[in-house]
């Protein structure tokens, strides 16, 4: 499992480089001011977590449970709903995304929450690759 969270990790970081350099050369001429800067906000916050991502890879390393893999899944579906969200919502401004982006990110925080339980909390190993 922690070998998905690395890989997973290093993807949305290639995927964040790549799109904040089509941010910054293709869309900026395109899009508003605003919604530059809500795909820059995107492109962060998917930096931020995709690191996140492969710390959580090396922590279940060390704290291989169940708490550990919420963490994780919960950070990756963080980072495609609301990073994903804000790139849609800037693009297309189609207003019913705006409604999928802050539940993206209360998993965000709850998946930081889940990382600070699983390491403090009672450790029950699961099997890992």
Do not use: W
């Given at each position: 499992?922690?070998?998905?969270?690395?890989?997973?990790?290093?993807?949305?970081?290639?995927?964040?480089?790549?799109l904040g350099a089509i941010g910054s050369h293709?869309?900026?001429?395109?899009?508003?001011?605003?919604?530059?800067?809500?795909?820059n906000l995107g492109v962060?916050?998917?930096?931020?977590?995709?690191?996140?991502?492969?710390?959580?890879?090396?922590i279940f390393a060390q704290f291989p449970n169940k708490k550990t893999l919420f963490s994780g899944w919960m950070m990756f579906a963080g980072i495609v709903g609301f990073s994903g969200g804000l790139y849609f919502y800037a693009i297309t401004q189609e207003e019913w995304?705006?409604?999928?982006?802050?539940?993206?990110g209360v998993l965000l925080i709850s998946s930081w929450i889940a990382l600070i339980w699983a390491i403090f909390g009672k450790q029950e190993k699961v099997n890992h690759e």
């Open positions: 499992m922690k070998k998905n969270f690395l890989l997973h990790g290093a993807m949305f970081m290639a995927l964040a480089v790549a293709a869309l900026s001429s395109k899009l508003t001011e605003k919604s530059m800067y809500l795909f962060n916050y998917q930096v931020y977590h995709a690191i996140g991502l492969l710390a959580i890879g090396i995304v705006r409604s999928i982006i802050p539940v993206g």
